[in-house]
């Protein structure tokens, strides 16, 4: 990696639209490939929701080259890994492997771009498998708070319904469907291909326009409604299961990689994602109100939010809870970001940024991101850090200003439902009320930006950790972390 940040890239484009990154990378004879379809959940239509990501699950189910079983088994064979992921805005699939036999990688790839068999017999055992995963991520006590606060959110934009899909339309989607939603957006031209390692670039060059060079074109990409400003603050409450009283709000913002997406990167972390943050000293520490607080800036291709989550001490009055959240954020945008704490925050991210080189497939995952959510993709790596360093303190109030606007937020309270209540009441009576117990980690919030074809859990988001500017990988935000799943189960 050069002193600009900027990798040493060589561009292959193909005649019908397929682009591929080539980083050559050693000592090590390890590569990793990564595809990404710039095909997700916002690409989807009512009756079809959850289509993208059950597709994703299909994609290792066969193809006229690679029968059922073969694609991971021929991985593990060679002592490699691979693994996907869906989001609002894409869905990719990734490789690890030796470098001298990744290019199995290439073939696969290739193969399932076109020609992924979609069985209907694997097609409704695989259903089974997805509506299971629903109903897990149903029963994590953040999920369903989170979703309530996008949905109100995003009222015409389809970042209103959830990367996994409604259950109805999973029931009721068919093979067919399915067909007609990967031959309409899986091509050469809606996907690029990012290698990194311990490759030979021109025989790797040579080798991608052999496999993909004679893929049709699909249908380019339909840009979605536009979200309609709000018009006063949305509010609602979920009655749960769960003993703990759990608040969201989110605020509209902007769009990745654009230089408010920065800003609010820093301004997030300022407010509440780390111990230092305003409302971890006032919540947690001084007012003991909630047991933990995170604050997430989630933008995306599309105009994304920024989310501030709380978890309740038993016993605390919501209304006391938001009060104080309300006025954090009214002092930082009075206030700004303080001189230490700025010089802080940009340490930490600094440290982020630099952690996702560590490993080819983080390399790989950096770029991907870049690649696809910015208008100068990859290229503006080099000009992350220098962003970050630019922003001014007044500029950071006059953010806050913009976005951080209750008139313009989403604000939803996740409440116990009466047996829970009961439940609670009746365990106190039984027994002495215990002391409050010290600070502890919220719940993770379900990951509604990604899902694995066989999470079983559906993953977490990364928590109290930066994550850089237009949201450097999916999976690896920060070092060592998964920002949305683990392993495929």
Known sequence: MSASMLPDVEVVELDNGFKALLVERGPLPVVASLLWYRVGSRDEHTGETGVS????????????????GQIDLQTSK???SNNAFTDNDSTAYYFALAADRWETALEIEASRM???LLDPHEFASEKNVVLEELAMGEDDPWRPLYQATETLLYQVHPYHHPVIGYRQDLERLSAQQMRDYYARHYGPNRAFLVIV???????????????FGSLPRVAERVEPLKEPPA??????VLRTPHSVTRLCIGFPTCRIGERDDYALDVLAHDLGNSKNS????????KDELVTDVNVMNETRQDPGALFVLCELRDGVKPAVVEAAVREEIAAQIAEGVAKKDLQRIRAQIRASFLFQDESVLDLAMKLGRFEAGTPDGFRTLETVLPTYESLTSDELRAVAAKYLDFERAAVVWAMPGQAAAEGRAAKAKDGKRKARPVAKKAAPVAAVVGTGRKAGKVAAKVKAKVKVGPKAGP?????GKSKQRGKRA
Not at 55 to 62: A, D, P, Q, R, W
Request: glycine share 8%; with cysteine.
């Open 278 to 285: 305003r409302l971890y000293r006032r919540l947690v520490m």
């Open 78 to 80: 060679m002592g490699g």
């Open 197 to 211: 390692g311990n490759i030979d670039r021109a025989r790797t060059a040579a080798r991608i326009r052999e496999l």
């Open 231 to 236: 018009q006063g603050e949305r509010r609602a």
């Open 114 to 116: 076109r020609n992924c």
């Open 53 to 68: 990501h059950f597709l994703e699950h299909m994609m290792f189910k066969g193809t006229e080259q690679f029968a059922k």
């Open 475 to 479: 999976e690896r935000q920060t070092k």
